[in-house]
C-alpha cells in the first residue's frame, strides 16, 4: 500500500506578482505537481496535515480552484484533510463537504480510511490540550498520528522548538501511549525526528511562503505499508522556465542596484 503525505500547500497565498507567474498560481502549481502520483493512480491514500489555505478566509476564486481539485483528486483515491494554524477552525467552510472519499476532520477523530487507522488531531494552541485530544483520537489504536503541530526538536532557520518553552510545543508526554509514527505538518522546511518511541516526519510546504525557506527542498512524503512500514522524501520539480527569477536579499537600498 502507497500513501502520499503533503501539508502547508497555503492555497490562496498572495503578494505582488512575478514575471510570469503569480504567488498563487505557484502555490497551485505546486498543488498540481504534489498530488500528481495519485492523479496517475500510483497511491492508495492521500494525507494533508494541514494549512491548506494560507488564511481561514481564503478568497472566493482559491476556494474554487481547489475544490474542484478535490473533487477530482477524491474520485480516484481516499483524501484526508487536516486543519492547521492558518485554515482554524474553519477549514470545513472553505472545502468541498459531502464528496465521497473526502474526509475533512473536526477536532480530534478517529478515522479508518483504506484499511488505514488514522488518529487526526487538528492544530491547537495549547500542547496540554493537544496530548488529551490526542488520546482520545487514538481511541484503542492507531497506525498513525496525524497532526499540525511543533514537536520539540522541530527545526526552523536560527531557531529550535522546544516542549515547555512554547505554549503549543508538544513533548513526548503528549503523545499516546504506543504511538510510533506522526505525519505532521506546520513546520516547513522537511525534517524526521525521534520523540521518545515515535518518529516525528515533516514533509515540509510544497512552495516558498518565505525568504527564510528560500534553497529548502520542496515536497511530499511517500509512505509505504508493506511487511514494515518505510518513507521517502519525494522532490517537486522545478518551476518551468517561465517561473519567477530567482529572490535576492538585500540589506541596503543602495543594493538593488547591484542585482
Known amino acids: ?17 512575478q514575471p510570469g507567474w503569480s504567488v498563487e498560481e505557484i502555490h497551485l502549481w505546486a498543488w498540481d505537481q504534489a498530488v500528481a502520483p495519485a492523479m496517475r493512480g500510483e497511491v492508495d491514500l492521500v494525507l494533508h496535515t494541514g494549512d491548506v489555505f494560507d488564511r481561514s478566509r481564503p478568497p472566493a476564486a482559491a476556494m474554487a480552484a481547489l475544490a474542484l481539485r478535490l473533487r477530482e483528486l477524491a474520485r480516484r483515491v481516499p483524501v484526508v484533510v487536516l486543519g492547521g494554524n492558518h485554515d482554524r477552525a474553519r477549514l470545513h467552510r472553505s472545502l468541498p463537504m459531502g464528496v465521497p472519499n473526502l474526509y475533512v476532520v473536526r477536532g480530534a477523530q478517529h478515522l479508518r480510511v483504506a484499511g488505514v487507522r488514522l488518529a487526526c488531531v487538528n492544530y491547537l494552541r495549547c500542547a496540554q490540550a493537544w496530548g488529551l485530544a490526542a488520546t482520545q483520537a487514538w481511541g484503542g489504536g492507531a497506525d498513525f498520528v496525524l497532526a499540525h503541530q511543533a514537536f520539540d526538536g522541530a527545526r526552523v532557520p536560527g531557531f529550535s522548538f522546544k516542549a515547555g518553552r512554547q505554549r503549543d510545543t508538544v513533548g513526548e508526554a503528549q503523545l499516546p501511549v504506543g504511538a510510533k509514527w506522526v505525519l505532521c505538518g506546520h513546520i516547513h522546511p522537511r525534517q524526521s525526528l525521534s520523540l521518545g518511541a515515535a518518529q516525528v516526519v515533516h514533509p515540509g510546504s510544497t512552495a516558498m511562503t ?12 511517500m509512505w509505504s505499508l508493506e511487511r514494515e512500514i518505510t518513507w521517502a522524501y519525494q522532490d517537486l520539480p522545478p518551476l518551468p522556465a517561465a517561473g519567477p527569477p530567482k529572490l535576492r536579499v538585500v540589506e541596503r537600498p543602495r543594493q538593488l542596484a547591484l542585482i
Open 1 to 17: 500500500m502507497k500513501i502520499l503525505h503533503l501539508s502547508d500547500t497555503h492555497i490562496g497565498r498572495s503578494a505582488k506578482p
Open 210 to 221: 518565505s525568504m527564510a525557506e528560500e534553497g529548502q527542498a520542496k515536497g511530499t512524503v
